[in-house]
């Protein structure tokens, strides 16, 4: 057994605990730059796991895949994230509406949830159950992100982190799809990204603020 | 030959504490880009408090004269519970991780007492701050522990030590991450660093600490310092002994004990330069934040628990 099989399947077996840790993290995290950062380490992690994954079963689309994942969701959003937040010079915290004490308890509740809502697929399907409630997790806490948190950036970083567990839904439970679709998928995630960059200036540009919770009346 | 290594590795926890603690202020004043004291400044502190009289308030009953002697010998015992250089301690067969947490509270207990027996006004301020600090900082640190007592099936500190050595280094377990983090935020706490207390601070609003300690003089204030200087070191000790105790001797050669103690100096290493870099960059809470800081602690380690249930 080589080295690189021992480091692949070290990666399959502790990955989950590692986007378990990003996700508790990302629910502390009171500063929008340190959320893109955990963002871009989530990234990273599930970089790391597709590469086994595809160490694995030796399919060379799943390589294809973890580049692109690499460069957009680990180097290019990111990046970009952080000069918008740069750019927008405002106040530099998240404002959320739970204590971050509360927003740790109410993740660590999610991922309990993810773990007993995977059980019967798990064992219907024979899938590694870690990965995929890994997958849900990050799809509720995404979700949960997205609700309690009054900035607007934040919003963004709420749907990237769901969009990370669709994805690595999809790889565990099906070794990923085709690439032609994964590379739609990936264009329209930054290209999403860019448009609320966009979104977000004009929220600037009119309230002065970013708070989302204060955009309450429609004009017709 | 086993007797006087875990006695060797207590009396080392309490000797070299100091030293720990003077060490991390060198490096922290590295990082600030001041000179800084020599590392071995408490050694010269502590002789120059024993060296002093002892004035003790006309108002204070006996407690206070008692409660730095009573914090000493607690802290000495808790030093004595804990693997450091092979997997067993001197009181190891003694007492679980419960006497243990509840040794360190009753000598803050008794600091307490005495900081509100010596009758200045800043002495009750500091005693209901570092209540409400342990009171929060109880429940993460006594979870936690339960948390990698139950993975390893054993109560006394040594036996997880022991079932951790046999565990494979690369086996990254969910609980043991979780505590690790929980214990970390509790073990800044406990011990008074930054973000939670300052223990170079004597401005009234912030410190908790150094307050209780106000009255204390000569012999006195030199027990409590050293005894605090010794929980620091039993708190950075526990944490590489419950998750890192890889490198420590399993037989009693020359060698095995060579490499124990350097691999040992190297984990407090660097635990003392991550300690100084995180005072270095992060700002003191605010009091009414703590409790916020606390319960992500409490947080992580009800999710350890549980998750001892949920995996494997």
Known sequence: ?220 | MKLLLDIVQAVLLVALAPLVRGIVSRIKARIQNRQGASVWRPYSELRKLFAKEDLVPPTASFVFRLSPVLLFAVTVAAAAFIPVLHASALLGTMGDFILLAYLLAFGRFFLMLGAMDGGGAFGGMGASREALVSTLAEAPLLLALTAVAVVARIATLAGIVQWTLQQDFFRLSAVHALAVAALALVAIAETGRIPVDNPTTHLELTMIHESMVLEHSGPSLALIEWASAIKLNVMIALLIALFAPWGMATAFTAAGLAIAIAVYALKVAALAVVLAVVESSVAKLRMYMVPDFLGVACALSILAVVFTAVMR
């Open chain 1, 1 to 220: 057994m080589g080295l690189v099989d021992i480091a692949a399947a070290k990666t399959l077996a502790s990955s989950a605990v590692f986007i378990f840790i990003t996700l508790l993290l990302l629910a502390s995290a009171k500063r929008t730059r340190t959320c893109i950062v955990l963002f871009s380490m989530q990234g990273a992690v599930v970089t790391a796991q597709i590469l086994a994954t595809a160490y694995v079963h030796r399919s060379a689309e799943a390589y294809a895949i973890a580049f692109l994942v690499l460069v957009i969701k680990v180097l290019a959003i990111p990046y970009l994230l952080l000069r918008i937040v740069d750019r927008l010079n405002m106040p530099r915290e998240v404002k959320a509406s739970t204590t971050s004490a509360q927003s740790v308890f109410i993740t660590a509740a999610l991922i309990l949830l993810s773990f007993l809502v995977v059980q019967p697929y798990v064992r219907a399907f024979n899938i590694d159950e870690d990965m995929l409630a890994a997958a849900i997790a990050l799809v509720l806490t995404g979700c949960f992100l997205m609700v309690s948190r009054k900035k607007a950036l934040m919003q963004v970083i709420g749907l990237l982190v769901l969009e990370n567990g669709v994805f690595l839904a999809a790889l565990t439970s099906t070794f990923g799809m085709p690439l032609v679709i994964e590379i739609g998928i990936f264009f329209d995630l930054l290209m999403g990204v860019f448009l609320m960059g966009l979104f977000v200036f004009r929220i600037r540009d009119t309230f002065d603020h970013l708070d989302v919770s204060k955009l309450r009346r429609l004009r017709g």
